[in-house]
């Protein structure tokens, strides 16, 4: 019955939209999750403890309006508050990862960009850029990933991405800043010089070039990201819980909040105290009794 139900789905998908059969499978998703995400910009599945996050704007090449960065907020907010989900991965429906914030809407209507100038108050214009999680996030990209897509991209810890996928600050160009954290997130993720060389240029970066910047953490074939970047998540999440996060948490902090080398040791020490006696004791008996040799997991 439920794989009837998918299958209708589907077909249902592929008549009103008139889409491609690849990319209806790619939106495949239980009713629960079409019911979730309202007029379906934005599609999320679960996959045992990993939760995909999906942008469906495939037309427009998944770049982002007002209601769909609203959905997108929700959606991270429902990963963040859920404790039965370990990750997530954030990817764009139809061959994109996501071309920015959509430019035509905003040329046909200044309204449709209302800016919340506190950025401790609300969420950005890409919606989920300002947030930041407890939680592992993966960007699968593919096709177009600049602008606000590059930036959305930049909210993930790590990147598994296609082998033509490519990143620029396409923006550049056309007179739109960078204020979905582009310039604080990339420079510290790759380095100054290199992020300037994307930021003053615009210019295209492939996947192989983000590869060796750092700011692709894998490579994979086109067509494969998607999976690829949910198999990843869920090696990570077959971690001890407590203890990744804490060193995940200790990380973002010495990078973004710590003011001293110090304050980021005292931290790191404090954090990671917690989670010795409920985790590492565990650990090293599995340990002494031969799991984990010679660095397998």
């Not at 039965?84 to 071309?99: D, E, I, R």
């Not at 992020?195 to 910047?213: H, K, N, W």
Request: contains cysteine; hydrophobic residues 40%; charged residues 20%.
């Amino acid at each position: 019955m439920l794989l009837k139900s998918a299958i209708g789905v589907r077909l249902w998908i592929r008549a009103s939209w008139n889409l491609p059969a690849r990319t209806v499978r790619l939106m495949s998703t239980t009713s629960e999750s079409l019911h979730q995400t309202g007029n379906m910009n934005v599609i999320t599945e679960r996959h045992g403890t990993i939760l995909t996050i999906g942008i469906n704007r495939p037309d427009a090449r998944n770049a982002v309006n007002p209601e769909t960065a609203s959905q997108l907020v929700q959606a991270f907010k429902e990963f963040e508050k859920d404790p039965s989900l370990t990750a997530a991965v954030l990817h764009g429906l139809g061959g994109n990862f996501c071309a920015g914030f959509d430019l035509k809407e905003l040329a046909k209507n200044t309204t449709s960009l209302k800016l919340e100038q506190d950025v401790t108050l609300g969420p950005g214009p890409m919606g989920p850029s300002r947030m930041q999680f407890s939680k592992p996030v993966i960007a699968s990209v593919s096709g177009y990933c600049v602008a606000g897509g590059l930036e959305l991209s930049l909210l993930a810890d790590l990147r598994v991405v296609e082998e033509s996928a490519t990143f620029g600050v396409f923006c550049r160009r056309f007179g739109v800043p960078l204020i979905d954290g582009g310039t604080v997130r990339l420079p510290q993720l790759i380095g100054l010089s290199r992020a300037l060389d994307l930021i003053l240029t615009g210019r295209p970066v492939s996947a192989q070039e983000a590869y060796t910047f750092g700011l692709a953490n894998r490579v994979v074939p086109d067509g494969q990201g998607l999976q690829n970047a949910i198999e990843l998540a869920k090696q990570i999440s077959g971690f001890p819980q407590k203890c990744m996060r804490s060193d995940r948490a200790s990380a973002y902090y010495s990078t973004f909040d710590a003011t001293s080398f110090t304050d980021a040791m005292q931290y790191e020490f404090d954090h990671g105290a917690e989670v010795l006696a409920e985790e590492s004791i565990a650990g090293a008996s599995r340990f002494t009794a031969g799991e984990g040799r010679k660095g397998k997991l």
